[in-house]
């Protein structure tokens, strides 16, 4: 196991393997000069990506702490610095550092627990990371279900994977949605906050959250007209964090530090949601 001493100093990476899921987002897979995964990680941390001259960004790893390889990262194209990581190529380096956050709590209050994952497009990349963590320790949680939804077919990342893997495995059920038909999809069609409603989940089930802003804002109102309460529901907030340090204060919510405090929180831990919500 390779543990990271100091998650300030960054490390070199080499990207050994670049996949296309949509057409906007990509997944890297990161190994260290030694060939090696980097460091350890929680499910939900996130780590920081950078190139001299270019820029730094915040991003989750979607790999499992579970695969002893390598890390992942599934970057949506959108800004400066994510526009220049799609544009490597495999063997290139990169400088990253991590992990950070706090992870969501897999080993503690996950444990022997029925599960609800809802996510809404790229939402699904950190979520990724907890769907395989569970998988492998497939004996410590009850019935897992997975809600995903996003505007196309196109658009689903890691569509083959859900299709090759999770759709099989037994005890977990895979909902999936796009927002619009297509010609090429007999699947569900319609909105992720709409679909969960007419899933009518049991309301015992704890709720693991992830996607646009409007997307989590009216899942929440579902899930607490179906019954649910916002102590079972949990989400990130990663995209708030920015120095990942609690130095520059722009991941600021409330009396909460995304950085510091999460990025995963449990809703109630909330006093308020970001103005976006």
């Given at each position: 196991?390779?543990?990271?001493?100091?998650?300030?100093?960054?490390m070199?990476?080499?990207?050994?393997?670049?996949r296309?899921?949509?057409?906007?987002?990509?997944?890297?897979r990161?190994?260290?000069?030694?060939?090696?995964?980097?460091?350890?990680?929680?499910?939900?941390?996130c780590?920081?990506?950078?190139?001299?001259?270019?820029?730094?960004?915040?991003?989750?790893?979607?790999s499992?702490?579970?695969?002893?390889?390598?890390?992942?990262?599934?970057i949506?194209?959108?800004?400066?610095v994510?526009s220049?990581?799609?544009?490597?190529?495999v063997?290139?380096?990169?400088t990253?550092?991590?992990?950070?956050?706090?992870g969501?709590?897999?080993?503690t209050?996950?444990?022997?627990k029925?599960?609800l994952?809802?996510a809404?497009g790229?939402?699904?990349?950190p979520?990724?990371?907890?769907?395989?963590y569970?998988?492998?320790?497939?004996?410590?949680?009850g019935?897992?279900?997975?809600?995903?939804?996003s505007?196309?077919?196109?658009?689903?990342v890691?569509?083959?994977?859900?299709?090759?893997?999770w759709c099989?495995?037994d005890?977990?059920?895979v909902?999936?949605t796009?927002d619009r038909?297509q010609?090429?999809?007999?699947?569900h069609?319609?909105?992720?906050?709409?679909?969960?409603?007419?899933?009518s989940?049991?309301t015992?089930?704890?709720?693991?959250?992830?996607?646009?802003?409007?997307?989590?804002?009216?899942?929440?109102a579902?899930?607490?007209?179906?019954?649910?309460v916002?102590?079972?529901?949990?989400?990130?907030?990663e995209?708030k964090?920015k120095?990942?340090?609690?130095?520059?204060?722009?991941?600021?919510?409330?009396?909460?530090?995304?950085?510091?405090?999460?990025?995963?929180?449990?809703?109630?831990?909330?006093?308020?949601?970001?103005?976006?919500?």
């Open positions: 196991m390779n543990v990271r001493q100091d998650p300030l100093i960054p070199i990476g080499v990207v050994t393997d670049i296309t899921d949509t057409p906007d987002v990509k997944t890297f990161v190994v260290g000069l030694d060939g090696k995964k980097p460091f350890e990680h929680i499910p939900g941390q780590a920081m990506l950078s190139m001299p001259g270019v820029g730094e960004a915040l991003f989750s790893i979607t499992s702490p579970t695969n002893q390889d390598y890390l992942e990262f599934s949506k194209k959108c800004g400066c994510t220049w990581l799609h544009e490597m190529d063997g290139q380096q990169v990253l550092r991590g992990p950070y956050g706090n969501f709590p897999v080993d209050d996950f444990r022997g029925d599960l994952f809802i809404g790229i939402g699904l990349a979520l990724r990371s907890v769907i395989n569970v998988r492998h320790y497939r004996d410590r949680y019935a897992v279900d997975i809600v995903y939804g505007r196309s077919k196109e658009d689903l890691d569509y083959q994977e859900i299709l090759d893997e099989r495995e005890g977990i059920q909902h999936l796009i038909e010609p090429d999809w007999d699947g069609v319609g909105f992720v906050p709409n679909y969960v409603k007419e899933l989940f049991d015992g089930k704890t709720v693991v959250m992830c996607g646009p802003p409007i997307m989590i804002k009216f899942t929440l579902g899930l607490l007209e179906l019954g649910f916002r102590e079972q529901v949990y989400t990130t907030f995209l964090m120095c990942a340090l609690g130095k520059c204060g722009r991941c600021n919510i409330g009396d909460k530090y995304v950085c510091k405090d999460g990025p995963v929180f449990r809703l109630d831990q909330m006093t308020e949601l970001p103005d976006e919500y």
